[in-house]
Nanobody, 114 residues
């Protein structure tokens, strides 16, 4: 069973940047489409960005132009560069396979606040 571990979250002021990382215990990134998801308090988990095995990317309208997803299959890692952060980006961020998720990791908390 592949395990996913997210890191890189933290507290940042509006307009700031963070880079999230996702590490996998197996070679999942070169086999499947992967996504970054987030879940804000009281809301459902939502997909914010995905990357296919061919490197094609897609983003939720709410983060388009501000977030960039990337992966390094050799390093078994995936990243989410988040710029121009807004308070509404506050959430726990998760990485997982898309669309059929495997076991969810613990996620990493991102808090955007002044």
């Amino acid at each position: 069973q592949v395990q996913l571990v997210e890191s890189g979250g933290g507290l940042v002021q509006p307009g700031g940047s963070l880079r999230l990382s996702c590490a996998a215990s197996g070679s999942i990134f070169s086999i499947y489409t992967m996504g970054w998801y987030r879940q804000a308090p009281g809301k459902q988990r939502e997909l914010v960005a995905l990357i296919t095995t061919l490197g094609a990317t897609n983003y939720a309208d709410s983060v388009k132009g501000r977030f960039t997803i990337s992966r390094d299959s050799a390093k078994k890692s995936m990243y989410l560069q988040m710029n121009s952060l807004l308070p509404e980006d506050t959430a726990v961020y998760y990485c997982n396979r898309h669309p059929l998720a495997i076991a969810w990791g613990q996620g990493t908390q991102v808090t955007v606040s002044s």
